[in-house]
């Protein structure tokens, strides 16, 4: 089974993923990026859900460290953000996530798709 | 309404959230919602006591998103326009958006209340 994980800081935004994801994924949950990274160091997930805003390390700063590890540069990671302002999109491009998926998730085939495209990317 | 555009209670977040995980996923969710706002508005209430705005526009973030998910968009709404002005430190319009986010979080709570009794 395909491995996501999860990295955000609200409960209700994990419990949110887990219900539209979890028949389809085997899910791993993190809140904060220490934790994250320390995973991923010992099994590598085949696409990150990424929230931006999380205390302490940012989205931003996961990034980068994965970025910059060689054993997880290539890693798939969608950013997840309450952010929605004109540019983001591009701006998240620009620091190295896969994708851009907004909060609230509205619509469950944005985010089923964004998650299917790094698959076949990746595949 | 909340800014002619997004409704103040969303029905359709609430039949969303039916539609993910029916009413364990719903409920659960309020009871999140429930239980974190006041301790995120203490947070905020803090911030101001302590003069330090990160940890105000960091719960503001966080209520932003709970409050979007469930369709409390006018509490969303406010939590955003919250979490841009403790961005820029600006804690004297934190503090005068106070009052109508607590009347807000109340109504939210009472519209809640009333989904979660089965009261639509």
């Known amino acids: 089974m395909t491995r996501l ?31 994250a990274l320390a995973a991923f160091a010992r099994a590598r997930p085949d696409v990150v859900l990424l929230d931006i805003s999380l205390p302490g390390m940012d989205g931003i700063e996961i990034l980068s460290r994965i970025r910059t590890d060689p054993r997880l540069a290539s890693l798939p990671v969608i950013a997840l953000t309450a952010h929605a302002m004109a540019g983001d999109r591009e701006k998240y491009l620009v620091a190295g996530f896969d994708d851009y998926v907004t909060k609230p998730i509205v619509d469950e085939t944005v985010l089923l798709r964004a998650i299917a495209n790094q698959l076949k990317s990746a595949s | 309404m909340s800014d002619g555009l997004t409704p103040r209670f969303d029905p359709d977040a609430i039949t969303r959230l039916r539609r993910f995980g029916g009413d364990p996923l719903l409920f659960q969710m309020i009871d999140l919602l429930t239980a974190a706002a006041p301790k995120r508005l203490d947070v905020v209430r803090d911030a101001l006591a302590s003069g330090d705005a990160e940890p105000a526009r960091s719960a503001f973030h966080a209520l932003k998103s709970s409050a979007g998910q469930l369709g409390a968009g006018h509490l969303q709404a406010l939590c955003e326009q919250g979490e841009l002005l403790a961005a820029r430190g600006d804690l004297a319009g934190v503090s005068a958006l106070l009052p109508e986010l607590d009347a807000e979080h109340h109504a939210v709570r009472e519209w809640l209340a009333g989904i979660r009794q089965g009261d639509e």
């Open chain 1, 5 to 35: 994980a999860v990295v955000e800081d609200n409960p209700d935004n994990r419990l949110l993923l887990q219900a539209i994801l979890g028949g389809r994924f085997e899910i791993a949950e993190y809140d904060n990026g220490a934790d």
